[in-house]
C-alpha cells in the first residue's frame, strides 16, 4: 500500500518537496462495456495447431489465438453509437436511408462529390480497374498493395512502384517514407507516354512500408504535376485518417489544424479514391469508391450493379451502411486517432527499448519486425518472416501477419518470386480492441524471441495458390 513517505519510481522530487510524476501518460478515451472472452492453449496445443495450418498464420483457427494481431482489418470494436444506428437499418432494396447517412458522410469528411458504395476494399479496386485501366496500360504507385496491384493486372496494366527510396529502408527515419518520388514518376511517364497512365495510384500512410505517411506538401506536388500532364490521381484511402494525424504532429504548419480539416485538403488535391471501410471507418465489412468527376461516376455506378449490388447498397447491408457513416464521424475525433496511434508507440518504443530490429519510424496501424535483421542465418527464399510469424504464435499465442517474400508473389511475366526489399512481420493493432496489458504480452514475447534467435531454421512451402498466395499458402519446417 503507498503512503505518504514510500517511494515510487514514477515520482521525483520537485522543488518544494513535492514529488511530481515523471510523465504523464494518456488513457483510451472509452471504458468497456462488453467484452468477449479469449484463451490462450499450452504451448503444446499451439506448436500442433501452427503445424497443422501449415505455418501460415492465416490457416489458424481464431478461436486457437490469443492476442489476434493479424490485420487491423474489421476487426475494429464498435461503439455504442455505432450499434445503436444497426437497429436504424433501412434493409430496402433500393434507396435505403442509410445509403444517404453514408453519402453525407463521405462528402462532409472526404469532400468527394459521387459516392459508390462496395462489399469492401477489393471491390472497388476491382470496379476502378476495369473501368480505368485498359491493356498495355502503366499505373505508377508509392509501394504496392496485394489486391490492388492485383486488380490493375487482372485489368491488363502494369504496376510500377515509384515510392522514395527512403521507403525501402527499414532503418531510414524519413518522416514521411510514404512519399512519391516524383523524379522516378516523371521518368515513367516519360518513357510510357502520359496517354498510357489513367492514373496514379497514391496510398495514404503506405501499408507495405510500414504505415509511413505521405505528406501535405509531397500530395500537392504529386497533384500539380499529373494535371499538368491530364493524369488523374486516385487516392487509396483506407487509412487516410492516420496519414491525416501524421500530418498535424510531423509537418511543419498543420499543428493548428483539426485531423478532420487535414483529411478534406488532403483529399481535394485527388480525383476520387477506393476506400476499404473496415480500417479507418472502424467498422467490421464494408467499402466505397469515391470521385468528382460525373462520367467516370456513371461507368463506375454501371459496374457496382453487375459485381457488387444495387449502387445504393453495393454488397452492404442498410445497417452496414450506418455503421460506417456513424464510424467516420468518430474516426476523426482528436482524442480518438490519438489513442489508436498511441498504442502503436506504446509497442513500438517497448521493442525499440529492447533492440529489436523493427521499421522505423512508427508507423500507424501495425508495428513491423524487420526479419531480416532478426533471423540474418535464415535466406530470404526460406521466408524469414513467414518464420517469425510462426515462432511468435507457438511462444505467446500471438497471431501476427508476414509481409515479404510470400506476400509479394512472383512476377507474372518471368514466374519468378519477387524479393521485396523489405521482409516484415506485421504485429497490426485492431481499434479500441486490446488494452496496454495486451501489448505488454506481445512485446515481452518478441523480445525472448529475438534473445533466442540464434537457435532457429526457415520454412519450405510446400503448397503454392496461384493468388494472393500469401492467403492460402502451406509450409513445413527445414
Ligand atoms: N488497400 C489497403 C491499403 C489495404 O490495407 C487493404 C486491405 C485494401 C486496400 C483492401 O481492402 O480488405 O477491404 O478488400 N488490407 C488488409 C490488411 C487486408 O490486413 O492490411 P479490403
Redesign the pocket.
Known sequence: MATTDSVDPMLEPRPGGRRMPRHRSWAEPFRIKVVEPIHLLGRAERARAMEEAGYNTFLLRSEDVFIDLL???GTSAMSDYQWAGMMLGDEAYAGSRNFYHLEDAVRTYYGYRHLVPTH????A?HILSQVLVKAGDHVPGNMY?T??RLHQELAGGTFHDVIVDEAHDPTSTHPFKGNVDLDKLRRLVDQVGAERVPYVSV?ATV?MAGGQPISMENMRAVSEYCRSMGIRVIL?A??AVENAYFIKVREPGWSEKSVAEILLQFCSLTDGC?M?G??DALVNIG?WLAMNDDDLFDEARNMVVVYEGLHTYGGMAGRDMEAMARGIEESVQEDHIRARIGQVEYLGRHLVDEDVPIVLPIGGHAIFLDAKRFYPQIPQGEFPAQTLAAELYMDSGVRS?ERGIVSAGRNPKTGDHNYPKLELVRL?LPRRVYTQAHMDVTWESVAELYAKRDEVRGLRMTYEPKYLRFFQARFERI
Open positions: 490485420t487491423d482489418s469492401q476494399g477489393r471491390g479496386e498493395f489486391t490492388t496510398a501499408n487509396d483506407t487509412r477506393t476499404s473496415k480500417k467499402g501477419m497490426t
